[in-house]
């Protein structure tokens, strides 16, 4: 183990209220890419290359939701993704009495596969879809197990669960994020580059004493932490953890 996974260790040891916040980099080791690294497509009906952003758009969906659904389902779903060591740690700390709550921009639902019970999910789930004419819910199979645009019984469409790109993060889900950190005395950021906002401007309301960075590169709150770490966070979160037992 190196000297700052120690020095992690040592931070677990003393803290008893840690929020995790993470971002695409966690389910890395779950062969999950973001997807956001995805090439751009060349759209004939627009007749130039769309970028990931634009195919996952609320804009994007409503204009095209036949080339919507055909990268979502490509790009987004995972269905056998399992949950990597960074997962399984933060459970494990969770059971511990020490974890709180994770804050995720991830909408795979790994963190609950893992046995997580608190996690804000700040961009929703691909797991949960609703009907938008009668709200009526699916699982994640709505949409694996069909092609083009889903249709409810009721004709309406089935819309992923997930924040779009110009669509607001839930104000729920937000407010309980915020009280989160808030309370915490060490917050683990990890997986993220803290470029997506306003998720990334949560940090900004912790109050604590120890906020650690876990990300292979450096982040513009490098600064600001108390204790940074360039590696890979599966193997840091999974040693650290490991150690305080």
């Known amino acids: ?67 919507f659904f055909a990268f979502y389902r490509d790009k987004l779903v995972y269905p056998e993704a399992e949950p990597n060591d960074c997962h399984k740690a933060l459970a494990k700390l969770e059971q511990m009495g020490k974890l709180t709550a994770v804050v995720t921009q991830n ?27 009668c709200r009526k819910f699916y699982g994640v199979e709505a949409i694996l197990e069909t092609s083009g645009v889903p249709r409810c019984e009721c004709g309406g469409i089935i819309k992923p669960d997930v924040v779009l790109y110009e669509e607001s993060l839930d104000d729920t889900v937000i407010s309980k994020a915020v009280a989160a950190i808030a309370s915490a005395d060490t917050l683990i950021i990890g997986g993220t580059s803290l470029v997506v906002y306003p998720a990334a401007g949560l940090i900004g309301y912790f109050r604590g004493k120890d906020l650690v960075l876990i990300n292979k590169s450096v982040t513009p709150a490098d600064g600001e932490a108390t204790l940074v770490i360039h590696d890979d966070i599966a193997t840091v979160m999974r040693e650290a953890v490991d150690a305080l037992e």
């Open 1 to 67: 183990m190196n000297p700052l996974t120690k020095e992690l260790t040592e931070v677990l040891r003393r803290s008893s209220r840690v929020v995790f916040f993470g971002g695409a980099g966690v389910s890395t080791a779950s062969n999950i890419p973001d997807f956001r690294s995805a090439t751009g497509l060349f759209n004939q009906k627009y007749r130039r290359v769309l970028s990931p952003e634009e195919m996952v758009s609320r804009s994007f969906y409503e204009r095209d939701p036949e080339d």
């Open 107 to 133: 909408i795979d639902g790994l963190h609950q596969k893992a046995g997580s019970k608190v996690v804000h999910e700040l961009h929703g789930s691909v797991l949960r879809n609703y009907c938008e004419r």
